[in-house]
Each structure stands twice: as structure tokens, then as C-alpha cells.
């Protein structure tokens, strides 16, 4: 039977609502040799003292606060509770996230049969703020078993460098691993270390998948993805091309230039804007939601018609401050999806 210690890392902020339900979804794993090292980056809510509370009553839980250092500095969040960890493995569950029960089962029964896996991953529901709608489940069904598995290394490189299919929360590291790329990365001001993460482990080692759901992933207007929409693709541009210069043989091996990086995210960044634009005006934040129609509109010439007429639309309801999801619902679009 397999029992390596699983160190679960929870960075939190103003969590209030969720954190119960997250340490909750923790508990109840049917695997049960994992500490959690909560991470609460000086929330002005309860976040901290419901954390406590679990953490009185379960020896796995530990609980640290900090002054407010914000996303933009998430990394050195995750080092710090990656210094604090005993575990084999390390997951990562944030504190508005769950799991579900036999997540943790399912990936360490397959790590722990294959020392040249990295990481294990696996199927996530995007749900409504309160867990009780689930709009979609992540589909792997889109890609060949050798990008799943990142075999032969590198193989999973060429896919993540354009569409991230792994999403966080299912994601559990071998340790060793992680170290030997030197922890958690952020980098060209991204709010996050998740995807330049996996990056770097993609040219470590194998992936194992699991191909069922294994928890939930909140959506809400104010969370970190609808904020920077725009923001998170520019610097995933940026990161790209950095990442191009460093492994140049790589890309050669790969077959991908330059053009293709610029090509895709000249695309992509047509779309975030006009994504961000529409986010922006669910917060009745009219004169930035312009702003990002704008940008949407008139950079990067042709690429995206659709979103570039899309974001048309969108400036004619920032102009009357109209509430542009009452619309899209009347067509059927899901919010936060």
C-alpha cells in the first residue's frame, strides 16, 4: 500500500467563504498520509482564524500568515510553504478550490509505480462560486496519449507553450523534481506559477494522467484570471519568447519558430482583450472595459475578426453602461465561462 507523504500547498487571500469547504475537501481524501501548509497572505477577512480553526482540531494542518505581499509576488508564497513541507509530493489546492475524495488515491498509486514521472494531473469542473452548477469539465480527450503523458519529454512542451490543459488544482509534483528546477516560477510579471511551472517540469521527466474528475475549480467575476485576462496572456507572450532564446535547440527539434510563437499570441492576445473588456464590464468598470476593446480592436490587424466584432458590441454597451450579461444570457452564454 502506498504511503508517501503528500504536502498539499494552499496559498489564500480573503477566502472567507471557501476555505471551510477547501480543508474540508482535504479531510475527506481517502488517502490519508498528507500535511496541508496554508499559506494566508494577510487576509482582512476570517480566512485566517477559520483556518485555525481546522488546524486546532487536525495535527496535518498548518497555518501561516503574512503581511500582504499580492499575486505579483505569489511565488515567494509558494517557496516559503514548499520550505515547510516534509512531503515526497507536493499538490496544490487553493483556498477557493475542493477536491474530490479519491483524488489523491488515484495519482500517487501512479507516481509512486514510475520514478521518471514529474507530475500527475487530471480532469477538473469549472463550477459556480457556491459549488452548486457545474458549467464544464475539463477535456483531455483533444490530445495524443504521447503530449498526455510528455513522452518523450519534451513532448508536452510543444502543447503547454500554446494551451495549458493542466489545470492547477489536479496537479501533484514529485518533489525532487521541483527542487531540481529550484521551486515555484514567476516571471514577466504574471500573477501566477502555475503554467511557468509545469513548463520547466515538462523538460524533466514524464507526466502521468488521470482521465476523471478529481475536484472543482470556483468561477467568479473578481477572481485572479478574470482580473488580468489581457495581462496573463501578454506575459505568457513574453515568457514564450524568452523561452524560445533559452532553449533554441529545443524549438529547432520541435520544428517551431519564432512566427509561430507571434502568430498565436497576436491571436490570442485580440481575444483576451476583448475577453478582459467584458469581465471589466460585469464590474461596471465602463471606461476600462473600453479600454481593452479598444486595444482589442485595433492591435494586431486582421487576427480574430470574430472577437474584434465582439468587442464592437462591447463598446456600445460600455457606452449606455448596459449590462451585457443580461444579453448574453438571453443568447445562451454562460457567465464566467
Known sequence: MNNALVSIITPTYNHSSYIAECIASAQSQSYSNWEMI??????????????????????????????????????????????????????????????????????????????????????????????????????????????????????????????????????????????????????????????????????????????EPLGKWRFYPHQITKTYTAEISQGFFDFTLAFFEREEVFFKEAGLQQSDIKKHFHRLLVEANSRSGRYKLMRKDFRGARKNYLRSIFSYGCKGLIWKCRSLVGIIFSLFHTDIETFAKRLGRVSYK
Open 38 to 211: 496554508i499559506i494566508d497572505d494577510g487576509s482582512t477577512d476570517d480566512t485566517y482564524a477559520i483556518a485555525q480553526s481546522f488546524a486546532k482540531k487536525d495535527a496535518r494542518i498548518k497555518v501561516f500568515t503574512q503581511k500582504n505581499i499580492g499575486i505579483f509576488r505569489l511565488a515567494e508564497s509558494y517557496n516559503f510553504a514548499l520550505e515547510q513541507s516534509k512531503g515526497k509530493y507536493i499538490a496544490v489546492l487553493e483556498g477557493d478550490d475542493v477536491w474530490l475524495p479519491e483524488k489523491l488515491e488515484l495519482q500517487i498509486e501512479g507516481l509512486e509505480a514510475d520514478d521518471e514521472l514529474v507530475l500527475s494531473y487530471g480532469k477538473a469542473y469549472s463550477s459556480s462560486s457556491n459549488l452548486s452548477e457545474n458549467y464544464s469539465l475539463s477535456d483531455l480527450s483533444g490530445f495524443q496519449s504521447e503530449v498526455l503523458t510528455n513522452s518523450p519529454i519534451g513532448k508536452a512542451t510543444e502543447v503547454l507553450l500554446f494551451r495549458n490543459f493542466l489545470v492547477a488544482l489536479t496537479v501533484v509534483v514529485r518533489r525532487s523534481s521541483l527542487e531540481n528546477i529550484g521551486g515555484f516560477k514567476q516571471s514577466h510579471g504574471l500573477p501566477l506559477v502555475d503554467l511557468t511551472t509545469w513548463i520547466e517540469l515538462s523538460l524533466q521527466g514524464k507526466f502521468y494522467p488521470v482521465h
